[in-house]
């Protein structure tokens, strides 16, 4: 449980800063537009903060936190989201600063960001699979 609540914190201050970041950059660089960077403090937030909050809550009377399943699901979770921030934050940043990308380095974040997702969904078919074992395959308490 105290992994789980570490975890939603570290996502926490990573949203309020990326949050203070879109903020401060936007305003610093004179951008009035739309931009990616202000989705990375809510992608934070709602995938990071509350999920695992979520989660603290199904762990707290089961086997969940025992489960193989929800134990990959919290490695490959945990490489997925950052990596999905950090792909926001720098479509973000050259959306800002108006860089003219080569098809190449556009298609390097388009993918990378892709990935991310990819490895998200896959995280979440994980999870779900590990609280189906332990909620829905196990036998009732007597």
Not at 14 to 41: D, N, Q, W
Not at 67 to 76: D, E, H
Not at 81 to 104: D, F
Request: aromatic content about 10%; overall charge positive.
């Amino acid at each position: 449980m105290k992994k789980l609540w570490r975890i939603s914190f570290i996502y926490l201050l990573a949203g309020i800063a990326s949050g203070v970041f879109y903020r401060e950059y936007t305003k610093y660089m004179a951008f009035g537009g739309r931009t990616t960077l202000s989705f990375t403090h809510v992608h934070l937030i709602v995938l990071g903060t509350l999920l695992f909050l979520v989660l603290m809550l199904f762990c707290k009377d089961s086997c969940l936190l025992q489960s193989r399943k929800f134990k990959v699901f919290l490695i490959l979770y945990n490489i997925a989201l950052p990596l999905m921030a950090a792909m926001l934050l720098v479509r973000g940043i050259t959306q800002v600063q108006a860089l003219p990308l080569s098809r190449g380095a556009d298609a390097a974040i388009s993918g990378t960001a892709g990935i991310s997702h990819i490895m998200i969904t896959a995280a979440l078919v994980i999870l779900m699979l590990a609280i189906k074992n332990c909620f829905v395959d196990s036998k009732p308490h007597s």
